[in-house]
């Protein structure tokens, strides 16, 4: 990408999204486009052309999308479906219309089948039947997978497909039914201990696992991707290394310093057993993340005073050094 060029990032005060808008304000983009929801509901046909129309963006990241953890995904059902394909459609149609030079989808890994084998490979996309709690979603995201693949091969369109594992950072979701399973036990631990509680339940055995990625760390590799990848198939960005929820949910215990007991709801569904990525293909391409075995070294809170705490909207927006954590990237040359 010229760094002159017109960058339109879909979801930008989003995690993923406002992760990618700094990776690119650090590489020295200077004309990166950017519409609150606000100012531009990607819902809207008309509102999405007329944008497309009026900017012309050269490139564009998707990282807009309705998300939420298993509550949210089970109760939203039709909500889920029907906002992200909605977004999307506009989105990658209007690039499309308005001649984007490369478009990048942001789906999930999600998209593959519950009793997929691990780790999960690109080639196992629609081998078997989804996680029920979060199909609406899932379904969504395949279908902008294969809504790339199709203007690819019928318009020719370079429109590529990332699928990333789960992922924190800055701007994450904290909301107590709405939010993912980390930042939702960040929030349940660090009120149970200014509560005083004795305990703190968790959905489900504890037994699923679960792979981490920092935000920041997945813009690194999508920027990489941007520059190098060009391919129809998706490709997956994670660790290639995870643990289990017992796990996490002790980790978290630890670092915030809650004092009471963890109790598992068994009454409540796991979700997928395991969800670990397989990074072959994306290490070929030349891109690495190392982080610490894998887990999240330290959740939130200041460097300084040690204190984990749910980190502002301001915080978010200072240097990397009070963050919620992930690893460092280790990139070689692009492979072309």
Known sequence: MEKSAKIYVAGHKGMVGSAIVRKLVAEGYNQIITRSSKELDLRNQQAVADFF???????????????????????????????????????????????VKKLMFLGSSCIYPKM??????????LTGPLEETNEPYAIAKIAGIKMCDAYRAQY?????????TNLYGYNDNYHPQNSHVLPAMIRRFHEAKLEGKSEVVIWGSGRPKREFLFADDLAE???????????????????????TIKELAYLIKSIVGFEGEINFDFTKPDGTPRKLMDVTKLHAKG????????????????????QPRLLSREEIARPRQRMIVGGTHQQSAPKR
């Open 53 to 99: 129309a009026a900017e012309k963006p050269e490139y564009v990241f998707l990282a807009a999308a309705k998300v939420g953890g298993i509550i949210a995904n089970n109760i939203y059902r039709a909500d889920f479906i029907y906002e992200n394909l909605t977004i999307q459609n506009n989105v990658i149609h209007n690039s499309y219309v308005a001649g």
């Open 156 to 164: 020719g369109c370079n429109f590529i497909s990332v699928m990333p």
């Open 221 to 243: 590799a999508c920027f990489f991707l941007m520059e190098s990848y060009n391919e129809p198939d998706p490709i997956n960005v994670g660790l290639g290394t995870d643990l």
């Open 287 to 306: 891109w690495k993340c190392a982080a610490r075995n894998g887990r999240p070294h330290c959740l939130s809170g200041s460097a300084a005073c040690g």
């Open 116 to 125: 997929a084998p691990q780790p999960l490979k690109e080639d196992y996309l």
